[in-house]
């Protein structure tokens, strides 16, 4: 009898301390400064239409930190989209998985894990890349644990921009694509300079310029190697993407 009292005892010990040390976070918006954030965990989060990455802080709300891991299900995938996404200790330490590596898979698991402390938030960017006119991806990021346990997730919805309207509005266009060895972008709006950013498939920015869009301006591409890239405008007055398509170098 004795031995099975003293049993119960070490089992109660043993529940009360699993759920004393239960681990949870707190999931908030990078650019939320509230001393209390608030908490978006459980939620699906807009980005803002045409946007290409949400950006995410994630506060270690336990006893002890914990390793973490990150986890991306797809919800909705527009034709054509492709998605990737960055985490660590902060923006700058961690890893970042190319679209190459995530988007194919319907969930993806990071194979590397960092230390989710007490006094540091976590990092999580979901990026998106999308190439048609048209359509919205969903998707869910999981906080994981060693033990590969879902802790708690935040959704994200990205929608692309209907290109038709912003050409129409802003009057831009880029030709040739394919192309070569140089693009030409022509507008006729009142934004009088953009700044220009190509990336690649992985979200790595390999072209970066300031450039007059009130008229017509030739790029030379010539040092890029061939293949997909991404090519956005964003007007530097207002940090508002402008225009964005897909670009193509034989």
Do not use: W
């Amino acid at each position: 009898m004795k031995t099975f009292k003293h049993a119960l005892i070490v089992l109660a010990c043993l529940c009360y301390t699993s759920s004393s040390t239960a681990q949870t976070v707190l999931i908030y918006d990078y650019f939320d400064t509230l001393t209390e954030p608030v908490n978006l965990s459980g939620t699906v989060v807009n980005a803002i239409p045409g946007g290409s990455i949400k950006r995410f802080f994630i506060q270690n709300t336990s006893e002890l930190p914990f390793n973490f891991r990150i986890e991306r299900v797809k919800i909705e995938v527009a034709d054509g989209a492709a998605d990737y996404f960055a985490f660590g200790q902060t923006e700058g330490i961690g890893s970042v998985y190319s679209a190459v590596d995530v988007s194919p898979h319907d969930s993806f698991m990071s194979p590397d894990t960092f230390l989710l402390g007490l006094e540091t938030d976590g990092y999580l960017g979901s990026h998106y890349i999308y190439y048609s006119s048209e359509g919205c991806s969903q998707y869910r990021y999981y906080v994981i644990n060693d033990s590969t346990q879902r802790i708690d997730s935040v959704g994200v919805r990205f929608c692309a921009p209907v290109v038709t309207i912003a050409e129409n509005e802003f009057g831009i266009s880029l030709y040739p694509n394919p192309a070569q060895n140089q693009i030409t972008i022509a507008s006729a709006n009142n934004v009088l300079m953009s700044n220009l950013i190509i990336t690649d498939l992985a979200g790595k920015i390999v072209y970066s310029e300031l450039i007059q869009t009130n008229g017509n301006s030739t790029i030379d591409l010539a040092n890029l190697e061939k293949g997909i890239y991404v090519v956005t405008l964003i007007d530097p007055l207002v940090n508002e993407q402008i225009f964005n398509t897909k670009l193509v170098l034989e």
